[in-house]
């Protein structure tokens, strides 16, 4: 059965660090892999998807795929209050679904 | 409109009501799905529809019926809802589950 691993926190980090986000998954073969931001009460948003091995860049965002450790990671630079939220991974499973984590909630303190 | 509109956003119902949650997707994207989120628990995964024809089923009660008329549009009907289904309901559409999901807003129900 395909699994996604985080831990649920939460992790604290002081306004202004990087703050640092795992995830581990049970699927060899999966070619792509999302992180998910959601905020409390509202739903999961898209920020950030990767496709190989290595890093993709997006502003403050950066996810690391290293596909032979089954691990995927996303830093976020400069953290902010707003970065406050639930992080969720994710990976394609059968059926045309998402294979979930549980979320990471992340707190960031001004 | 453009996304994944849900309505409506907030839904107060009584355990013998009849509701309907609504989900139109304005993407082009063939499949949608249900969710349900309820306080501080992950996502629970409840229905899947792939070009209106439903792939998968979750082990949900009878009470939520979903239908799915066309690519665009997914209703999830409630009937005889108990307390422990108030929850976060979600919205999705896919071009297929390895481009990711693109999330409605949700409705937010309870049941009183």
């Known amino acids: 059965q395909k699994e996604v691993e985080q831990n649920s926190g939460p992790l604290s980090v002081p306004e202004g660090a990087i703050a640092s986000l795992n995830c581990t998954y049970s699927?060899?073969?999966?070619?792509?892999f999302f992180w998910y931001r959601q905020y409390s009460g509202k739903s999961p948003e898209l920020i950030m998807s990767i496709y190989s091995n290595g890093d993709k860049e997006d502003g403050r965002f950066t996810a690391q795929l290293n596909k032979a450790s089954q691990y995927v990671s996303l830093l976020i630079r400069d953290s902010q209050p707003s970065d406050s939220a639930t992080y969720l991974c994710a990976f394609p499973g059968s059926n045309y679904q998402l294979i979930w984590g549980a979320g990471t909630k992340l707190i960031i303190k001004p | 409109e453009t996304g994944v509109t849900q309505t409506p956003r907030h839904l107060v119902m009584g355990m013998t009501n009849k509701k309907s949650l609504k989900c139109e997707q304005h993407l082009g994207h063939n499949a949608m799905y249900w969710y349900k989120q309820s306080a501080k628990k992950p996502l629970e995964l409840m229905f899947v529809?792939?070009?209106?024809?439903?792939?998968e089923n979750n082990s949900v009660p009878s009470r939520f019926s979903p239908e799915c008329p066309n690519s665009s549009h997914l209703f999830l009907h409630l009937h005889t809802l108990q307390p422990e289904d108030s929850a976060l309901y979600l919205c999705?559409?896919?071009?297929?589950?390895?481009?990711?999901?693109?999330f409605g807003s949700g409705t937010r129900l309870t049941v009183v």
């Open positions: 999705a559409s896919s071009q297929g589950a390895e481009r990711g999901y693109t």
């Open positions: 529809y792939s070009l209106e024809e439903r792939v």
């Open positions: 699927d060899r073969v999966s070619q792509s």
